[in-house]
């Protein structure tokens, strides 16, 4: 069964760093690409980052790019969100998700809330 | 970017009547690969997304089969045959073949 379990969420001040972490398991993580997906309370979803099997080409959306970092750790069967210079309109549920081949999203984590407040 | 644009974005229907949902992109979604990567997602109150329709028209695995997509180019409709109450929740439109990935704004499925 594919499990993908999201971590290092919590409450972080503006201009703040935080680490997520995504723990994937049944099924082979490394010839997956991998997303992070986020949502801000009531709101819709927005698409954050994908990252490719091997790490060696990663895309982020506009509004992240300079502050958050997408990686992977393959021998750990580990997906990562390095987020800096956190902003108030970060906050969100941010949720790891598997792409299967040619496509994207077919399994997501149950999420982690990063709320960034003073 | 490109804009996924959703109607209508709250849908009340009778239990047992058919319900669809449009998607309308701004720039074609055919990828030079000869594919569209046009996806569907369910997401019931409190729960996860969970992805429904793929490229269009194909099920991901245990959808029910009165789900089904349709379109092509930049208009894309997802319908429901019978409404039943597990469908409650919001539907997203996601468009993958451009970066960067984007998502329509939510349609929220209710029982009248």
């Known amino acids: 069964e594919v499990q993908l379990v999201e971590s290092g969420g919590g409450l972080v001040q503006p201009g703040g760093s935080l680490r997520l972490s995504c723990a994937a398991s049944?099924?082979?993580?490394?010839?997956?690409?991998m997303s992070w997906v986020r949502q801000a309370p009531g709101k819709g979803l927005e698409w954050v980052a994908t990252i490719k099997q091997d790490g060696s080409e990663k895309y982020h959306v506009n509004s992240v790019k300079g502050r958050f970092t997408i990686s992977r750790d393959n021998a750990k069967n580990s997906l990562y969100l390095q987020m800096n210079s956190l902003r108030v309109e970060d906050t969100a549920v941010y949720y790891c998700?598997?792409?299967?081949?040619?496509?994207?999203?077919?399994?997501w984590g149950q999420g982690t809330l990063v709320t960034v407040a003073s | 970017d490109v804009v996924m644009t959703q109607s209508p974005l709250s849908l009340p229907v009778t239990l047992g009547q058919p319900a669809s949902i449009s998607c309308r992109s701004s720039?074609?979604?055919?990828?030079?690969?000869?594919?569209?990567?046009l996806n569907w997602f369910q997401q019931r109150p409190g729960q996860s997304p969970r992805r429904l329709i793929y490229?269009?028209?194909n099920w991901d695995s245990g959808v029910p089969d009165r789900f089904s997509g349709s379109g092509s180019g930049t208009d894309f409709t997802l319908k429901i045959s019978r409404v039943e109450a597990e469908d409650v929740g919001v539907y997203y439109c996601m468009q993958g073949t451009h970066w960067p990935h984007t998502f329509g704004q939510g349609t929220k499925l209710e029982i009248k």
């Open positions: 490229k269009v028209s």
């Open positions: 720039q074609s979604l055919v990828y030079s690969d000869g594919n569209t990567y």
């Open positions: 049944g099924f082979s993580f490394s010839i997956h690409w």
């Open positions: 998700a598997k792409n299967p081949p040619g496509d994207y999203l077919d399994c």
